[in-house]
């Protein structure tokens, strides 16, 4: 069935470094590419997402690229922050169905 | 802002038992789900909903029902609760059914003993 492989699964970076999430998808159907952020004890919010017909995207600190023919695309975060330590999820959509990647723990260290 | 909620943060239930998880938005959406969120797998689609009284079964409907009478509310019963069903549910809403952005409720965490 279609899966979402989602790298690393845990991530440390010292403060103002810069993190990169990387999740490769099978299903070539998808088009739809969002990233969610689950705080400890929360819920998962959305933070960025990507069409199918988009590159790259940025919102301030953080940037999504998308590279279809490798049916891969990534989370790019600059200058983090501690308040961007949670747990980040990928996920490749096509119309209703939502493969969500396992996971990546950032902790951004002080 | 959308508001999904979640009845209870927490619920401890025995084997055998039939559990109720009701989830309600507030946002007029169609669509529904419910997921469970397990360690290391990530968030697994259990059933959806585009309409009142309309379901389909996702990835893992093994075991779980559901019920939308009322268009803000969906509910995910679990007819005779295991403990492999021990995990967090969370449930989400969307305005728009296909490639598009959906809005997650806090979450349940149960435990069946």
């Known amino acids: 069935g279609e899966n979402v492989e989602q790298h690393p699964s845990t991530l440390s970076v010292q403060e103002g470094d810069s993190a990169v999430i990387k999740c490769t998808y099978s299903d070539s159907a998808s088009n739809y590419f969002p990233w969610y952020k689950q705080e400890l004890g929360k819920r998962p919010q959305l933070i960025i997402d990507i069409r199918s017909n988009v590159g790259e995207k940025k919102d301030q600190r953080i940037a999504v690229t998308l590279n279809k023919t490798a049916k891969h695309f990534s989370l790019h975060i600059t200058e983090t922050q501690p308040e961007d330590s949670a747990v980040y999820f990928c996920?490749?959509?096509?119309?209703?169905?939502?493969?969500f990647g396992t996971g990546t723990r950032l902790k951004v260290l002080a | 802002d959308v508001k999904v909620t979640q009845s209870s943060r927490y619920l401890v239930k025995r084997t055998g038992e039939k559990v109720f998880l009701e989830c309600v938005q507030d946002?007029?959406?169609?669509?529904m789900f419910w997921y469970r969120q397990d360690p290391g797998l990530g968030l697994r689609l259990i059933y959806f909903?585009?309409?009142?009284?309309?379901?389909e079964k996702g990835d893992i409907p093994e075991g779980y029902s559901v019920s939308r009478e009322k268009k803000e509310r969906f509910s995910l019963i679990l007819e005779s609760a295991s403990t492999n069903q021990t995990s967090m549910y969370l449930c989400?809403?969307?305005?728009?059914?296909?490639?598009?952005?959906?809005?997650f409720g806090p979450g349940t965490r149960l435990t069946v003993l």
């Open positions: 909903s585009y309409d009142v009284k309309m379901k």
């Open positions: 989400a809403s969307s305005l728009v059914l296909a490639d598009n952005e959906q809005f």
């Open positions: 996920a490749a959509v096509r119309t209703y169905k939502y493969i």
């Open positions: 946002m007029d959406h169609e669509n």
